[in-house]
């Protein structure tokens, strides 16, 4: 009797003997296409940005959690092709597709992105081949909106080719955790399909969870992000109340992280910025209305995390206010414009709203970001701006610091020590009580 073609691919899998493509060469597939390549995988990488492309043909990285040696080996050794050619989508026998979700202007999903990519696998597509998404999107998105197109050209899922999801978990900048250590949820559209992509993940990471459908690794992914949404919101409105009472925040989640069970510390900040945690739950609150559902946490989150560029701006307002000053025509300096610590990612960030709202009162922007040297367009924003060498001169020119990312580089005792007023978004000033009388915390 014939192989089955699951069966046929799952043994060329366990050899190696597959070319795996990987869309969207950004924060997710990049990494992935280097996990392929450690293990020995043939790699083609696909994008539409053919400057990506002509960048990582000649080795060079464009995310600072990449080295340009490590591309340029594989490169050398020929176990990595990259092109902007979709004809060539017929090469690789195991597609993950890594291509972005944002909202649209009505916060809607935009999935301009996936369609576009699933008519050109569409196009190319022949038997044998696996399909998995990647990408964060809401539940039915692989069922809904990939499977029709792909088997409208007469191939059936699970017998001529296979369909699967599973969510990315990457967490730029976090050090401590390897792509390989980050257990992987994997669903198949058929029990074929979620073996065949289990065998594939399990080449490459440590632990993977089978979970039986792929509405159920969608849903996943986003209650990962919505818990991370509300959480933060809950923590963002207690500290302006606590702020309003007189208590640090900070020190009260450190008490209470002292709890062994049933406590997991959340921090507070500028507000919330990034491609997924701000994004992600609009999704599922869209996807939830064809069942006359209203996601309440989500809206009500969103709401919090976006009002808090505007506490933040009040309290820099409050604080030149009480030493005389007024915002308009004061010189603000913005202290990282990353949506987090240590990364080189200013989508979505919170410094965005909070230089918008302070331009708009009359203040005088400049910002300092080590990972950032230039602002770019932003979907909302267009700031013409490059990051300022951090000087005393510079220091004592300015009115007031405000802390928005807490890159680890930098010096912020220094800092304190040279401008006349500093507001902490982040508790970058715990142990800095000397100056106390120089700092808000915000
Ligand atoms: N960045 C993260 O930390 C993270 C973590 C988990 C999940 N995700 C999700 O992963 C997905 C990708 O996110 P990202 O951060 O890697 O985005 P990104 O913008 O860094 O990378 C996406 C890449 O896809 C390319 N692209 C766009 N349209 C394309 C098309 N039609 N064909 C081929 N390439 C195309 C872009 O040029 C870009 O290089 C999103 O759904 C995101 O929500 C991101």
């Known amino acids: ?40 995988f043939r790699i083609l990488g696909f994008d539409v940005d053919s400057k990506k492309v002509a960048a990582l043909k000649r080795g060079r990285s464009y995310l600072k959690s990449i080295s340009s040696s490590r591309l340029s080996q594989y490169l050398r050794y020929g176990n990595f092709d990259v092109t902007d050619d979709f004809s060539r989508l ?42 998995v998404l990647e990408s964060t999107s ?25 369909l699967g999801y599973s969510p990315e978990r990457e967490d730029p900048g976090n050090e401590q955790f390897k792509t390989h250590q980050i257990p992987k949820v994997v669903a198949g559209v058929t029990s074929s399909c979620q073996k065949v992509a289990v065998s594939l993940y399990r080449q490459i990471i440590q632990k993977v969870i089978p979970v039986s459908s792929t509405r159920v690794a969608e849903l996943t992914k986003l209650l990962e992000n919505i818990y991370r949404s509300v959480n933060i919101a809950l923590v963002n409105e207690l500290k302006m109340l606590a702020d309003r009472m007189g208590i640090d925040i900070w020190e009260v989640i450190e008490a209470a992280s ?11 900040g500028p507000g919330m910025g990034g491609h997924c945690i701000p994004i992600d739950p609009f999704y599922l609150s869209w ?46 300096l913005i202290l990282g414009v990353a949506y987090k610590k240590d990364v080189d990612d200013a989508r979505e960030s919170p410094a965005l709203a909070i230089m918008d709202l302070l331009q ?9 970001d080590p990972f950032i040297p230039i602002l770019p367009p932003f979907r909302k924003y ?15 020119r300015i009115d007031c610091a405000v802390v928005v990312t807490d890159h680890s580089q930098i010096d912020y005792q220094w800092i304190v020590k040279n401008v006349p007023l500093l507001i902490d978004t982040r508790n970058v000033t715990r142990n800095l009580k000397k100056w106390k009388k120089k700092i808000v915390k915000a």
């Open 138 to 162: 809401y539940p039915g998105t692989t069922e809904e909106l990939i499977l029709p197109q792909l088997q409208s050209i007469g191939l059936k899922v699970g017998k001529d080719f296979f």
């Open 287 to 332: 996807k939830a209305r064809e069942f006359d559902f209203t996601t309440k946490f989500i809206q009500l989150a969103g709401e919090v995390n976006v009002s808090i560029p505007y506490y933040v701006v009040s309290k820099v307002v409050e604080a030149l206010n009480d030493r005389k000053k007024s915002i308009k025509g004061s010189r603000i």
């Open 258 to 268: 002292t709890k062994p069970f049933g406590f997991s510390p959340f921090y507070p």
């Open 360 to 368: 708009k009162k009359g203040a005088t922007i400049l910002y300092h």
């Open 90 to 131: 017929n090469e690789p026998d195991c597609i993950l597709i890594c291509v972005p979700t944002p909202l649209t202007e009505k916060m809607e999903p935009d999935l301009q992105y996936i369609e576009k990519t699933t008519e050109a696998i569409r196009e190319h597509l022949r038997k044998g081949q696996l399909i």
């Open 382 to 396: 267009l700031f013409e701006l490059k990051s300022s060498p951090l000087t005393r001169q510079l220091l004592r």
């Open 1 to 40: 009797m014939k192989e089955k073609l699951s069966d046929q691919l799952i043994q060329r899998i366990l050899r190696k003997d597959v070319t795996v493509g990987v869309i969207g060469m950004g924060y997710v597939g990049l990494p992935l296409v280097l996990r392929f390549c450690e293990e020995g």
